[in-house]
């Protein structure tokens, strides 16, 4: 048996399905943070997976609030802390459920308020704890238990909510979107966010095997793919400014769309190129809005 | 006051449970084309990827889950998928 440095702060025996990016995305996070944190997690698959009661994965200190008050809970946290003069920074974390629906009530009050904390949104695109719900974070024509492809639907009709914005918009100092794909740069966002004053956000988009339908090694090759499709774009942002993107040659998007079942209506029973197309159109206003393309010379 | 039964659990007792049963495909780790790189070590999602002194990966197999993302990261084919014996 391994001795438990090797899992760092986030230990093995958590419940997640095996390959899980969100798993991933906790244990680089930690890594990142160091011990000196605090987290306050909502709902969500990996406040599930990782506490079964009486166990707990996390070696820091933990608080579980509800789905929608973790922002709350962790701005309470920060002004104790202020006022006892300790420097444990503070993490709040949620899936895209609680962070893009149910909870940006609360996450709104507290980056408007200012509070010093970093909140770290783990991206799986959909309720995958309570089966696969799409929720503001679905991609278009992603089919889910609430937005079934069928007959008489492509899946779910609405795009992605741009978050990372509504969040800059709050006058953040500091906003980014990650992959577990690229640990890294995942770690390096971490660091930054956490060594920031005042509100910090980072998405880091976690594949879901389960949810998207994908065999659990491949985790990271879809994480990459949707990056070089241009369906996912990692770039950074201070005081509303964006100062650092991934740039890429790109893919079409089939590549990435083909991989999951969650698309699959699109190539099955035949291939629905107008569906395919503004699912590329959308990579392609990516593209254009953040400058990834790298123009090879001919 | 303090809060009674129910809200508290001892950091990372998840060990308590050993998700190696989980496993369909154990990963086999080929010492001999190992760079060390410790890519395996990066991207397990359990975490339970060590190593010993000489820099050389050693999985835990109690709780390895077998999802085989160590293996397909290899960058150096270094860990074969085996179907599991029980």
Known sequence: MNDEAACGLFDSGHRACGGCGAAMAARLMLDAAGKDTIIVSSTGCMEVFSTPYPETAWKVPWIHSLFENNSAVASGVVASLAKQGRKEKVIAIGGDGATFDIGILCLSGAFERGHDFTYICYDNEAYMNTGIQRSGATPYDASTTTSPAGSCSFGNKRPKKDLPMILAAHGAPYVATASIAYPPDFKKKVEKAINTPGPCYIQVHAPCCTGWGFEGEKTIAIGKLAIETGLWVNYEMENGVVTRVKKVVRKPVEDYLIEQKRFRHLFKPKKNDAEIAKIQATADRNAEKFGIDIKLKK | ?86
Not at chain 2, 17 to 26: A, E, L, M, Y
Not at chain 2, 47 to 60: A, K, Q, R, T
């Open chain 2, 1 to 86: 006051m303090a809060l009674g039964t129910g809200c508290t659990a001892r950091p990372g007792n998840s060990r308590n449970n050993k998700t190696g049963s989980w496993r369909v495909f154990r990963p086999a780790f080929i010492n001999e084309r190992c760079t060390s790189c410790g890519m395996c070590r990066i991207v397990c999602p359990e975490g339970c990827i060590g190593e010993n002194e000489e820099g050389l990966p050693v999985p835990d197999y109690d709780y390895c889950k077998g999802c085989g993302l160590c293996a397909e990261e290899c960058p150096s084919e270094a860990i074969e998928m085996k179907k599991e014996e029980k």
